[in-house]
């Protein structure tokens, strides 16, 4: 009879030699060395940057990004102040009132040049909440990046 796939050993024959080993496999002594994990997750000296990125961006881009906050909050500060002057100038002049015959003075908050200024300043409160905000949520961004304190001036 034919056995497939088995050999019959003979009486007084030498044993069957080991099986080869599979392609791909290695042996013992072909092991890569055991590297500490430290050394793994640190660049090696050879390592240059082209620049430093903190959060994705360089120091130039950080800092041009707290001069612009900084330019946008100075500028509605500004705007804010000017017309609390301008407003509270007019309301010290404002010596002449107009209205219909038969009605009592009419309010001077409700003088149309008071008027238009306030909704100015209004604007101009809304435009400096912003810039403050913003100014916030970009020292914010930079605390989260651990951007320095030298990269925010």
């Not at 060395?33 to 990125?53: H, Q, V």
């Amino acid at each position: 009879m034919l056995a497939i796939g088995a050999a019959r050993a003979e009486p007084g024959s030498e044993p069957a030699s080991p099986p080869a080993p599979e392609a791909g496999a290695r042996s013992d002594s072909d092991a890569a060395p055991a590297i500490d994990l430290d050394r793994l997750l640190t660049l090696p000296d050879s390592y240059s940057a082209d620049g430093e990125r903190r959060g994705g961006v360089t120091r130039g881009e950080w800092r041009q990004r707290f001069s612009e906050a900084a330019e946008r909050l100075a500028t509605a500060e500004e705007e804010v102040g000017r017309l609390q002057s301008k407003l509270s100038d007019a309301a010290e002049v404002g010596g002449w009132q107009a209205g219909a015959p038969g009605l009592t003075n009419p309010d001077p908050q409700n003088n149309t040049l008071h008027f238009k200024l306030r909704q100015d300043l209004r604007r101009a409160r809304e435009e400096l909440a912003e810039a403050k905000r913003r100014s916030l949520d970009l020292a914010l961004q930079a605390d989260l990046a651990a951007v320095p304190a030298e990269w925010r001036e």
